[in-house]
């Protein structure tokens, strides 16, 4: 008890102990650090979801479209009537109109949907089929969606340049049917956007981005070859002062390979050209020859960037770009030699450099694709 001078007895209040500033600011780290930690492992768990995912999903569309691209391989090639010529020269027409055939059924582009068969082949009904369906979903008749120039200089709708790989993924699983059942319903209504917004969908992968897909893609590596350099061994293929460093990944002539894809004829020959019917046999050039191409279906990973060559300016225009034919190439080497019409293994040029669709840049390290499938 203590006794004031006013003769009043007060008890002593018991005294209240609170943190310092100083106190309250370590607290506060502590607890911030703690919640970014937390943050940072959700994040991570989040985007191996996302993996997990878009790894699904490839594997869906890879059994889909090899189920196609394997039954090319017994195919029967309907020859324009009266073809003449030797059983050699039949069996090369066959060999063409057969590439033909896989470019209008299994499209990687515009252009593939638009050009009509040229080596005297009937029209597939497929192909026939995909351009209903763009011009319903793009809301413009046939052919009127279709602009060669990239921006077009004619108005109106029209199917645009960008995601035109993955678009037309797309257009090949929704006219994949067994049954009643479409192959559309192996993905989630979530799965399916239109990123760029020009009526075409596209299938989304788990980071919201088009998965594209080439039918062809010979320049596409992950890999060094046996040589154990990039690119071809000993030469500096991009001009960058360096030799057999990544940049050089896919260099033409190279070994280089994929998980899947070997550039090696002798155990990966081209199944279509069993006969080696293609002029590449028969010419000078080992380093050519045709080894077996597959589709390559991937993702652009957790850093949205895609970083394969799917086009490149080879007739560039004053409106813009102009899309590349397999139906009518531009012309390569100088002297112009005419290019191979229909050809899986089109070389062309960008930034005065040549190269192959399916060509990657480091920057797509990160990517997903069925080509990795077995290996991650």
């Not at 943050?39 to 991570?44: D, P, S």
């Not at 020269?89 to 209008?104: I, N």
């Not at 299994?106 to 995909?130: F, H, K, M, N």
Request: aromatic residues 10%; contains cysteine.
């Amino acid at each position: 008890m203590i006794r004031y001078l006013d003769g009043i007895s007060r008890r002593r209040r018991p005294r209240r102990w609170s943190f310092t500033l100083v106190e309250l600011l370590i607290v506060i780290s502590i607890m911030t650090i703690m919640a970014s930690a937390v943050m940072f492992a959700l994040f991570g768990v989040m985007e191996d979801a996302k993996a997990a995912r878009t790894k699904s999903q490839i594997t869906k569309l890879h059994i889909l479209v090899m189920t196609r691209w394997e039954s090319y391989q017994t195919r029967a090639v309907r020859l324009p009537s009266g073809t003449s010529g030797t059983a050699r020269a039949k069996a090369t027409l066959r060999l063409y109109a057969l590439r033909e055939l896989m470019r209008c059924e299994l499209p990687d582009r515009i252009t593939d949907v638009y050009d009509l068969p040229i080596t005297g082949i009937a029209e597939p009904s497929l192909q026939r089929a995909y351009q209903r369906r763009v011009a319903a979903s793009v809301g413009a008749s046939w052919p009127s969606w279709f602009k060669d120039t990239q921006p077009p200089s004619a108005a109106g709708p029209y199917w645009s340049l960008e995601h035109q790989g993955a678009e037309c993924l797309y257009l090949i699983v929704a006219n994949l049917r067994e049954g009643d059942t479409s192959a559309l319903d192996f993905f989630k209504e979530s799965e399916i956007g239109d990123v760029d917004s020009d009526g075409m969908p596209e299938i989304l992968d788990g980071w919201g981005n088009p998965i594209e897909f080439l039918r062809w893609a010979p320049g596409f590596a992950t890999l060094p070859g046996p040589d154990g350099a990039w690119g071809v061994a000993g030469t500096d293929d991009n001009g960058d002062g360096q030799i057999d460093n990544q940049e050089e990944a896919g260099a033409i002539g190279s070994d280089d390979v994929s998980e899947i894809q070997s550039r090696d004829v002798s155990t990966s020959p081209d199944p279509f050209d069993l006969l080696r019917l293609d002029s590449r046999w028969s010419d000078a050039d080992a380093t050519n020859d045709p080894y077996a191409l597959y589709p390559l279906i991937y993702s652009a990973g957790p850093d949205h960037v895609y970083g394969i060559n799917s086009s490149y300016d080879a007739k560039p225009t004053a409106a813009g770009e102009q899309l590349f034919h397999y139906a009518s190439p531009p012309a390569t080497g100088s002297p112009p030699v005419p290019a191979l019409e229909n050809d899986p293994y089109h070389i062309g040029t960008a930034g005065g450099s040549q190269l192959m669709f399916g060509r990657s840049a480091p920057t797509a390290t990160d990517n997903l694709s069925n080509h990795g499938l077995g290996t991650e």
